[in-house]
């Protein structure tokens, strides 16, 4: 059915930057809208940004809205989130997600923490 | 911006029992909403979808109902695994919103 596999989260100040990756396995990776959701540990579930399949359109959260950028790498299989400017409230898991309507596929996560 | 509300929370239940969680739309998405199972140190996994399509895999003592802004998802008897914790989402319209989350314990 298909595997994603994020990398890249890890202890950042504020105001630094960190790229997500996702690397995807198992599907036709540009048949899909792929997305980042993210989770403070413990709390709900935020969508994030979203990354259209057929023309690369993007969505974005209004709180990441000109600090976040999704993209993708067709050849490498590979999703990104580039995070700049990050703030202590961005602190969460971040999941790369499949999106066919509903989400119907999850990677394992990966942990950014923002601090001083 | 939709803004998703569950209830209970939490929700105390036995084995065996059955469970009604609710989900309620801001404002009409149709029958674009989706229930997530969510366990401790794990991704979500969907259950639901479409409102009442069940996801492939998943047990069929888990039932979705809704449509426009009140949606249920109904446990028909509570097994052990179960005990856990619930989000709706609707992606009818942008920005796509979760519901903060029905924890169901014993």
């Known amino acids: 059915d298909g595997q994603m596999l994020e990398s890249g989260g890890g202890l950042v100040q504020p105001g630094g930057s960190l790229r997500l990756s996702c690397s995807v396995s198992g599907f036709t990776f540009t048949a899909y809208l792929m997305t980042w959701v993210r989770q403070v540990p413990g709390k709900g579930l935020e969508w994030v940004s979203t990354?259209?399949?057929?023309?690369?359109?993007?969505y974005y959260a209004d709180s990441v809205k000109g600090r976040f950028t999704i993209s993708r790498d067709r050849s490498r299989r590979t999703l990104y989130l580039q995070m700049n400017s990050l703030r202590a409230e961005d602190s969460a898991v971040y999941y790369c997600v499949r999106k066919s309507g509903h989400f119907d596929l999850w990677g394992q996560g990966t942990l950014v923490a923002v601090s001083s | 911006e939709v803004v998703m509300t569950q209830s209970p929370t939490p929700l105390a239940a036995s084995p065996g029992e059955r469970a009604a969680l609710s989900c309620r739309a801001s404002q009409s998405v149709g029958r674009s909403l989706a229930w997530y199972q969510q366990k401790p140190g794990q991704a979500p996994r969907v259950l639901i979808y479409?409102?009442?399509i069940r996801a492939t895999g998943i047990p069929a003592r888990f039932s979705g109902s809704g449509s426009g802004t009140e949606f249920t998802l109904t446990i028909s008897s509570l097994q052990s695994e179960d005990f856990a914790l619930y989000f709706c989402?609707?992606?009818?319209?942008?920005?796509?919103?979760f519901g903060e989350g029905t924890k169901v314990e014993i």
């Open positions: 990354i259209r399949g057929i023309d690369d359109g993007t």
């Open positions: 989402q609707q992606y009818s319209k942008w920005p796509l919103t």
């Open positions: 479409d409102a009442s």
